[in-house]
């Protein structure tokens, strides 16, 4: 079992940044990819960024390149979402999880086996 806990998001103007945390328990992640989603009211729940614990590799979606970065740090146990330039649009509320398959399938929730409960971002035009 892997517990994971999302932290650090907020209200913020456009423009501004912030950063999620998402701190793991249970396990070491070093055999896992942790992936961060959101969902917007309404809408359905996309990946945003990804990353493969134990190579360090990389997936960020088309909307967030050059804006977001996607990092971990195995001491922490820890995964972070940094979020530039943050848009009205990038509102939403934003999970992470836990697979061990990292594959063509890294995009899709069902993947995933073990998820946060969500933490909410609001970007303020």
């Known amino acids: 079992q892997v517990q994971l806990v999302e932290s650090g998001g907020g209200l913020v103007q456009a423009g501004g940044s912030l950063r999620l945390s998402c701190a793991a328990s249970?396990?070491?992640?070093?055999?896992?990819?942790m992936g961060w989603f959101r969902q917007a009211p309404g809408k359905e729940r996309d990946l945003v960024a990804a990353?493969?614990?134990?190579?360090?590799?990389?997936y960020h979606a088309d909307s967030v390149k050059g804006r977001f970065a996607i990092s971990r740090d195995s001491a922490k146990n820890t995964v972070y979402l940094q979020m530039n330039s943050l848009k009205p649009e990038d509102t939403a509320v934003y999970h992470c999880?836990?697979?061990?398959?990292w594959g063509p399938g890294i995009g899709t929730e069902t993947t995933y086996d073990y998820w946060g409960q969500g933490t909410q971002v609001t970007v303020s035009s």
């Open positions: 999880a836990a697979t061990t398959d």
């Open positions: 990353i493969r614990w134990s190579s360090g590799n990389t």
């Open positions: 249970g396990r070491t992640l070093s055999s896992y990819a």
